[in-house]
């Protein structure tokens, strides 16, 4: 009984969500001494698809098709729940991303199956029963979750789980799935990506701002210290709300949770519900003007002073670290 | 139009988080409840697209009499008529089956949740209902264009956004800027007293998950404070002790 992996991919290249949920899914195979089988759906060369062995798959499903060149939530989970019967799997492990936010909940109630969303560690199974710990009260808090039903479905977080290479090459088999055209009721006219911005979600560092930056025309410093990290770029939610930056850049409890492995606050006081979108962030930075910044209690690191001063500088200290 | 608002009772998102019966169970004590904040945004829009005699909004919510502050605030808002499913709201599951089981009976053209709620963040009602009721659904939705019974929706991927078509019915998860949340007006408030509220029973679904208990994050370490100037020093100390870059 293998473990189903769904991987998603951007313009035919992996996600580093794939990997994750590869290297994740291999953890839990190990334990209970199965195999992982993906399944890939879109246009990914046969090369890419094969050295998801590397991560511990030993067998790809590909499904390359035109009509699902781009992402059909409908139409992916219908192939990912027949996948999943085919293959017997009784086990989905797929990433709790955006696409995966709207596709794991639409397999799991097709499947009746119990669904493990945000899912942060390894499950302990034991016999039929599997608990996972997820994210709860947007990270305020954890649960540890039971599933009971037959067939399971775990999704990921992002950053949750460390990639491993483990293994070799995985054999690659194509999938043909049996495609209703009544999922296909939702039709992708555009795709608009930023492609010289780092994915928030995904990002292993981020640099984030606040109104201590005053205006929207002092972001320039904010980029600047961003592209030496090669981070993502985020602001707190008044910054948004102000139209200073755009929504989507938002972080907090009513915008994305990140969890980077740096994340650095500049001019952010740190209001309870910014806190909860990065506290599981693993070392917080940050810079503020004000010493009794909330954010300074749970801060790794920290610089009191004027943001306008100090940012500068750290781009300046950073170039020189990195030789740029 | 005929709009269907799903809305949740959640704890204010100031609300300290803890825990009772040996954390098994969220402690409600000294916690205010408020509108699910994405839902709030999903009725915001819903009451934007139905100005004017263009539709009709029903919010529903899976709750026990606790949460009728919560429904009048949305009616207050600017929904027509409310509908509560008179059980405890025991995940996404068992919520999306009771809307969806209501929303078959009563024929909406558009159904907008919030992209999550901010207690459970499962973000899976509005996937749910759409398979339940075998019409498409979108998450993560940051902008909502609706003409005649074409709907365009903007949703944000990883590094950038999506523009989408669909025909009605949908299902659709807000997230901000598909509306600014609108705040009732005295006369809002005044006339939602009188708006129907409709309690329905539920019916028994089969659970397919529990929660087993609940944990809140370990404190962090104090913080190590660098001298303004040195900033070098921050970067030595992320290199060599953090080794985060």
């Known amino acids: 009984m293998s473990i189903l992996v769904y991987v998603e991919n951007t313009d035919g290249k992996f996600k580093k969500s794939a990997f994750e949920v590869v290297s994740y899914a291999k953890s839990i195979a190990d334990n209970i001494q199965t195999d992982v089988v993906a399944i890939s759906i879109g246009n990914v060369a046969e090369d890419e698809l094969a050295a998801l062995g590397k991560y511990g798959a030993s067998k790809v499903l590909n499904v390359n098709q035109e009509q699902l060149a781009s992402f059909v939530n409908q139409a992916y989970a219908s192939i990912i729940a027949e996948a999943l019967k085919s293959t017997g799997s009784k086990l989905l492990v797929l990433s709790n991303s955006f696409s995966g936010k709207g596709l794991a909940p639409r397999i799991a109630a097709k499947l009746e199956a119990g669904l493990a969303d945000g899912a942060l560690e390894l499950p302990h199974i034991t016999d039929d029963k599997l608990t996972v710990k997820k994210t709860a009260f947007s990270n305020k808090a954890f649960a540890t979750l039971e599933l009971t039903s037959d067939i399971k479905v775990i999704a990921l977080s992002p950053n949750a789980y460390e990639i491993k290479e483990t293994g070799g090459n995985a054999t690659v088999e194509t999938f043909t799935p049996n495609i209703d055209q009544l999922d296909f009721s939702t039709v992708v006219k555009e795709i608009v990506r930023a492609t010289d911005k780092v994915s928030l979600p995904e990002a292993d560092i981020v640099v984030s701002a606040g109104r201590g930056l005053k205006g929207p025309e002092n972001w320039g410093m904010i980029e600047e210290l961003a592209d030496v990290l090669g981070a993502a770029t985020a ?56 010493p009794e910044a909330p954010f300074f209690k749970v801060a790794d690191y920290g610089i009191v002073g004027d943001v306008f001063d100090i940012v500068p500088k750290l781009t300046q200290a950073l170039k020189a670290y990195r030789g740029i | ?22 954390n098994t169970a969220f402690n409600t004590a000294g916690v205010q409840f408020i509108i699910n904040p994405y839902d709030e945004i999903a009725l915001s829009k819903a009451v934007e697209l139905a100005e004017g005699g263009k539709g009709t909004v029903t919010v529903i919510n899976v709750g026990d009499a606790s949460t009728d502050a919560t429904i009048r605030k949305a009616l207050a808002i600017g929904a027509d008529n409310a509908v509560r499913i008179d059980a405890a709201p025991r995940d996404a599951w068992f919520v999306a089956n009771q809307i969806a089981a209501y929303a078959k009976d009563n024929a909406f053209d558009l159904i907008l949740t919030g992209r999550e709620s901010i207690d459970y963040n499962g973000a899976q009602v509005a996937a749910i209902i759409g398979e339940l009721l075998q019409i498409p659904s979108v998450s993560i939705a940051k902008k909502v264009e609706v003409a005649s019974d074409m709907v365009t929706v903007e949703r944000e991927i990883e590094g950038g956004k999506e523009v989408l078509t669909a025909k009605l019915p949908l299902v659709i998860g807000t997230a901000e800027g598909v509306a600014e949340p609108k705040i009732p007006n005295m006369r809002g408030i005044m006339s939602a007293r009188s708006k129907p509220l409709d309690v329905v029973e539920p019916f ?33 100390l992320l290199h060599d002790e953090a080794k985060v870059i």
């Open chain 2, 204 to 236: 028994s679904v089969e659970l397919l998950a529990h929660i087993v208990n609940y944990e809140t994050p370990a404190p962090r370490g104090t913080v190590k404070l660098v001298d303004a100037t040195e900033v070098e020093k921050l970067v030595s």
């Open chain 1, 235 to 290: 602001c707190s939610k008044p910054v948004s709300d102000a139209g200073w930056r755009p929504h989507s850049e938002h972080v907090g409890q009513t915008g994305i949770v990140v969890s980077p492995n740096l994340y650095i606050a500049i001019g952010i006081s740190g209001a309870i519900q910014h806190l909860a979108g990065v506290s599981s962030s693993k070392t917080i930075v940050v810079i503020n003007k004000d």
């Open chain 2, 1 to 22: 139009m005929k709009i269907l608002v799903c809305i949740s009772n959640v704890p204010d998102t100031t609300s300290k988080i803890t825990f009772t019966n040996d």
